[in-house]
């Protein structure tokens, strides 16, 4: 098995891709801590009976990323329980839509909110960056880990995610720094830039419109969460172990070509 004795977080790890890797790194021999939200638990107690009911361990935390106390109490709870921290998955990320300015037909101006902008920036960008930084305190003492943050194909730039793609950009950014800086202390850092995803965050999109967007795939289809979930475990893997700081679009060709 590839994570034999090896501990992880998965942030989001009750539903879509979050819980696809759950699955498969716990498939792999690895004892996960699924962190998701109070609202989030009963769907990440059901990804631990799964994986036990396989033969693996994992276990439930409620966390919220955005909150240092919360990641902080997370991974102290895993070092209370396992003793180590070998990988986190830094998975969890939300959207909320909005044109930066649009003038409606009855004339009005709409516009992304401050409350939209700064959920959007709290979770997805300050919650893997506290993930990051509460995550390394044990991986630099023990001189080993590996981290695999969550971008997304939209950083190109999408309609109506200014929120969302800014947040995204800065994953990069934060990949490539923190690779950086916890390079000598063996700590490799890297991120997996997904295209359109069979999930929950998805599933309100319209069949019509999957359907129009596919097209536009040169693959033809959205992702399944487990060909993502297989990047994040290739490179919380030792066959990774020379690579950090690199983003891999994982997103069936959609970002080459025009
Ligand atoms: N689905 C896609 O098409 C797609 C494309 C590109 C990138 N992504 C990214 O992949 C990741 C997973 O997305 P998904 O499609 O599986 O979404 P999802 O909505 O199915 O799952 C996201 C999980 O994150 C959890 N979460 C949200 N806010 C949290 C917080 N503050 N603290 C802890 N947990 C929190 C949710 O409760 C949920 O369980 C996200 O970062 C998302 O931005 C998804």
Same mark, same amino acid.
């Given at each position: 098995m590839r994570l034999e004795n090896k501990i992880a977080i998965v942030t989001g790890g009750a539903s879509g891709i979050g819980r696809a890797t759950v699955l498969k790194l716990a498939s792999e021999g690895a004892k996960v801590a699924i962190a998701d939200v109070v609202s989030q638990q009963e769907a990440a107690c059901k990804v631990v009976d799964e994986v036990q009911a396989a033969g693996g361990a994992a276990i439930a935390l409620a966390a919220n990323v955005a909150s240092r106390s919360d990641v902080e109490a997370m991974v102290d709870a895993v070092l209370k329980q396992f003793g180590r921290l070998d990988i986190l998955v830094a998975n969890a990320g939300i959207t909320r839509d909005a044109f930066t300015i649009r003038k409606t037909k009855e004339g009005e101006i709409k516009k992304m909110s401050d409350d939209q902008w700064d959920a959007v920036l709290n979770v997805n960008l300050k919650g893997t960056w506290l993930c990051c930084q509460a995550a390394a305190l044990p991986m630099v003492e023990q001189k080993s880990g590996k981290m695999s943050l969550t971008a997304s194909f939209g950083i190109r730039g999408n309609m109506g995610q200014a929120n969302y793609a800014a947040s995204k950009a800065g994953i990069v950014g934060l990949t490539r720094t923190l690779a950086l800086e916890f390079a000598r202390f063996n700590v490799n850092v890297n991120c997996v830039a997904p295209g359109? $995803?069979? $999930?929950p965050m998805t599933s309100t999109i319209p069949a019509e419109l999957v359907a129009k967007l596919s097209e536009k795939i040169p693959l033809k289809r959205f992702a399944e969460p487990e060909e993502i979930a297989n990047v994040h475990l290739f490179l919380v893997s030792n066959e990774a172990s020379y690579i950090t700081g690199q983003c891999i679009f994982v997103d069936g060709g959609n970002t080459l070509g025009v």
């Open positions: 359109a $995803t069979k $999930t």
